[in-house]
Structure formats: structure tokens, C-alpha cells
């Protein structure tokens, strides 16, 4: 399994939490930049956030700025989004990516390892 593998989605109404995870138990990523982007139906896929290799940079989309939270543990080779105050409009495909690299970035075109994707469904 080479691909980081998503858990955590479900059904939340709004102003709840709920904390995404990504983990790969054959495949280290620690050396690399880790990100989230997500994707609701009819919309094309979009960034959410990412950290760098060492956790020392991250990124957020403006729309969730203040709410999520980008982490990653490399000892565990987990990285999680911890997503509070959701919204409607925060429901989605969630998808955990590996970038080339070891820096946050928010090119989707730079993200080499792909999960198969998380729901997350926000109910008003």
C-alpha cells in the first residue's frame, strides 16, 4: 500500500468537530510535505491545507483559516486535520496527499501520493 489512507469522515451538523486522519503503514512519508484538499459534488478539487516534513510550515485555505488545524506525528506516520466550527459548505471528499517534496504546498499538481478520499458531510 503506497498510498496514504484517509479515516474520520462522517456526518456532523454545523458548529460541530470532527478530526481527519491520514496514515500509511508501508510507506513512510515523513520526509514529506503533507496536505489535505477536498472536493464537493459539481466543484473541482480544492486545497485545504498542508504542512511541511518537520511540521514547521503550514498552509490553510482562507475559507477554513481560524477553524482547522494541520498536524502530523512523523513517529506514527499519521498527519490529521482537526476541523471545528464546520459549516455546510464544508461538505466534501476529503483527500490526504503526499507532496514531492518536503515543503507545504498548495499546487495539487506537486502532490505525487493520493488517498482514496474521506466524507465529510455537514448538516445545517
Known amino acids: 500500500q503506497v498510498h496514504p489512507v484517509e479515516s474520520g469522515g462522517g456526518l456532523v451538523q454545523a458548529g460541530g468537530s470532527l478530526r481527519l486522519s491520514c496514515a500509511n503503514s508501508?510507506?513512510?512519508?515523513?520526509?514529506?510535505?503533507m496536505g489535505w484538499f477536498r472536493q464537493a459534488p459539481g466543484k473541482e478539487r480544492e486545497f485545504v491545507a498542508a504542512?511541511?516534513?518537520?511540521?514547521?510550515?503550514?498552509l490553510y485555505a482562507d475559507s477554513v483559516k481560524g477553524r482547522f488545524t494541520i498536524s502530523r506525528d512523523n513517529a506514527k506516520n499519521t498527519v490529521t486535520l482537526q476541523m471545528n466550527i464546520l459549516k455546510p459548505e464544508d461538505t466534501a471528499v476529503y483527500y490526504c496527499?503526499?507532496?514531492?517534496?518536503?515543503?507545504?504546498?498548495?499546487?495539487?499538481?506537486?502532490?505525487?501520493?493520493w488517498g482514496q478520499g474521506t466524507q465529510v458531510t455537514v448538516s445545517s
Open positions: 508501508w510507506r513512510t512519508f515523513s520526509n514529506n510535505g
Open positions: 504542512i511541511s516534513w518537520n511540521g514547521g510550515s503550514t
Open positions: 496527499a503526499a507532496h514531492l517534496s518536503a515543503y507545504a504546498s498548495t499546487t495539487q499538481t506537486r502532490y505525487r501520493y
